[in-house]
Antibody
């Protein structure tokens, strides 16, 4: 059974860089796309982007200019960096696993609330 | 981006009775590989989403068989044959056929 544990700073000021990490335990690290999804408080889900074990990425066009997703296969970890944050970036950020052969998100981290406030 | 529109946004249900949620995409979801990557997720309060259905109608491991998915093209449906108390949640459809992947607004199932 795969487990995704995530961590990172929960409070940021406008213009700072959001940085989150996600460690994967159990199961294979290759053969999947490792994904970030966010959810503003009380609202729906927004796909941010993903990376596979080889470092191949897919990004949301609306965030691409501020977004970096990276992977460390030696630690089975992947990371999210979102620069120049504003209050609109306040959300619960989830790391998750996408299954390549059916394009579904089948495993999720617990989520990290990131609040952007001056 | 493909827009996913769910109806209703809120649905009062009765325990033991069926429930149905619709999801419509702004364009067809058939991928270039011939598959349609439409999935359904359940999010209970305070928890991350959980995968229920993938590729329109395939039930994920451990999901009760009272949950079923159907549809084609741009119209898809999640059905619960007999609602149980633990089904109180928000349900999302998600398309994985074209980047960026997108979700419906969510449907809140209320007893």
């Amino acid at each position: 059974q795969v487990r995704l544990d995530q961590w990172g700073a929960g409070v940021l000021k406008p213009s700072e860089t959001l940085s989150l990490n996600c460690a994967v335990y159990g199961g294979s690290f290759s053969g999947y796309y490792w994904t970030w999804i966010r959810q503003p408080p009380g609202k729906g889900l927004e796909w941010i982007g993903e990376i596979n074990h080889s470092g191949s990425t897919n990004y949301s066009p609306s965030l691409k200019s501020r977004l970096t997703i990276s992977v460390d296969t030696s630690k089975n970890q992947f990371s999210l960096q979102l620069s120049s944050v504003t209050a609109a970036d306040t959300a619960v950020y989830h790391c998750a696993r996408r299954v390549d052969y059916n394009n579904s998100i089948d495993s999720w981290g617990q989520g990290t609330l990131v609040t952007v406030s001056s | 981006d493909i827009v996913m529109t769910q109806t209703p946004l809120s649905s009062p249900v009765t325990l033991g009775q069926p429930a149905s949620i619709s999801c419509r995409s702004s364009q067809g979801l058939v991928h270039s590989d011939g598959n349609t990557y439409l999935s359904w997720l359940q999010q209970r309060p305070g928890q991350p989403p959980r995968l229920l259905i993938y590729k329109i109608s395939d039930r994920f491991s451990g999901v009760p068989d009272r949950f079923s998915g159907s549809g084609a093209g741009t119209d898809f449906t999640l059905e619960i044959s007999r609602v149980e108390a633990e089904d109180v949640a928000v349900y999302y459809c998600m398309q994985g056929s074209q980047f960026p992947y997108t979700f419906g607004q969510g449907t809140r199932l209320e007893i």
